[in-house]
């Protein structure tokens, strides 16, 4: 079964400081990763996906991540956080390339991004 | 990046009564839509995947006369909660996919209704 776990609830990060949000993953075949930022009461919003390619994604808002085959890791990354980047991160991984045929998405548990000044 | 709208926001009922969540793709075609459901503070559980013109798909566990999926045109979705009952107080959360392509792309997601059955 394809799964995604994010081991840590919470992250603290002071501002200014380098963040980091894991995510590990599991799947038969050929994986395909997003990370997903929710701010309260929102939707998701798309930060960055790994398809193919570079092991280094990089994404929205200086996001990036690294896919590390591996250690079946994409963690999330930013070199320098902001207060505002404190929200609630998803990591998904889709067990099939094409949407159309069982391309859904499969979330991890999401972490809690607490960045202070 | 592509615009999903999810209507309403916020809504309150009854129990007993039918809510109507509407989920539009505003600038592409979606032949395909995901709804999810998320508890606070937890993950978005996949509800069923809605697909224009044929009848949506369900996951295991979850109530196909409950929760009603219409998806009549590329750019329409809905999700009828029927019977609402407090337990079914949650955030609604739908996404879709540009439907151009059959390759994999990101979903873009609504803003999500939250629902409470009073």
């Known amino acids: 079964a394809q799964s995604v776990a994010q081991p840590e609830d919470q992250v603290n990060v002071a501002e200014g400081n380098p963040l980091t949000v894991k995510c590990t993953y599991s799947v038969s075949g050929n994986p395909y990763l997003f990370w997903y930022v929710q701010y309260p009461n929102r939707g998701l919003q798309f930060l960055l996906k790994?398809?193919?390619?570079?092991?280094l994604v990089k994404g929205s808002y200086g996001f990036e991540a690294e896919f590390n085959k591996s250690q079946t890791s994409f963690h999330l990354k930013k070199p320098s956080a902001l207060v505002s980047d404190s929200a609630l991160y998803f990591c998904?991984?889709?067990?099939?390339?094409?949407?159309?045929?069982?391309?859904?998405?499969?979330f991890g548990q999401g972490t809690e991004l607490s960045v202070k000044p | 990046g592509a615009v999903v709208s999810q209507h309403p926001s916020w809504v309150i009922c009854k129990s007993g009564t039918s809510v109507k969540i509407e989920c539009r793709s505003l600038?592409?075609?979606?032949?395909?839509m995901f709804w999810y459901r998320q508890f606070p503070k937890q993950s978005l559980m996949l509800m069923a995947t809605s697909n224009e013109g044929s009848k949506a798909t369900y996951e295991q566990g979850v109530e196909k006369d409950k929760f009603l999926i219409n998806h009549a045109s590329l750019t329409l979705s809905t999700l009828t909660v029927t019977s609402a009952h407090p337990e079914d107080s949650s955030f609604y959360i739908c996404?879709?996919?540009?439907?151009?392509?059959?390759?994999?792309?990101?979903?873009?997601f609504g803003q999500g209704t939250r629902l409470t059955v009073v």
């Open positions: 998904a991984v889709s067990p099939s390339p094409f949407y159309n045929q069982g391309g859904k998405l499969i």
């Open positions: 790994y398809i193919t390619g570079d092991n």
């Open positions: 996404s879709a996919r540009d439907g151009t392509g059959s390759y994999l792309s990101e979903a873009f």
């Open positions: 600038d592409f075609q979606a032949t395909t």
